[in-house]
């Protein structure tokens, strides 16, 4: 078992998955070899509607609270800006997330994690 999550930069370009465990080191090689079996699979459209109601829920929830944020209102409206975005870019994410499909995951999955083995950093 291990615990693992993501947060997209933009701004930075390409943008860290973190996966940890707290296995003993003998269990090490194991886990890691684990995560990266599941990480695979991502892109063999394993995603049902089920999970894209979750996933986009947790999402716009997440859209609306640091919404309620001065500071990452205002980062965001200059990242988009910076961007060459519209200025309402960030006023319209929970519309744009409402409107995510099924074939849109299938689609970034499969780019994502179908693709070339990703950069790995493995510490233990």
């Known amino acids: 078992s291990y615990r693992s999550w993501v947060r997209i930069w933009p701004h930075r370009g390409p943008s860290p998955w973190i996966s940890e465990n707290d296995l003993a080191k003998k269990d090490f090689t194991a886990s ?3 995560v990266q079996k599941d990480l695979r699979s991502y892109g063999k ?7 894209l109601r979750v996933a986009r829920d947790r999402l716009i929830n997440r859209a609306l609270l640091d919404g309620q ?3 990452w209102r205002t980062f965001e409206t200059a990242r988009a800006i910076g ?7 960030r ?6 997330l409402r409107n995510v499909t099924l074939g849109d995951v299938h689609r970034i999955a499969r780019d994502v994690f179908a693709g070339p083995e990703p950069y790995t950093i493995i510490s233990q």
């Open 83 to 89: 961007l060459g975005l519209p200025f309402d870019h």
């Open 32 to 34: 890691v070899g684990e």
């Open 45 to 51: 459209q394993r995603f049902g509607s089920a999970d």
């Open 69 to 71: 944020l001065g500071t």
């Open 91 to 96: 006023a319209r994410r929970v519309d744009k």
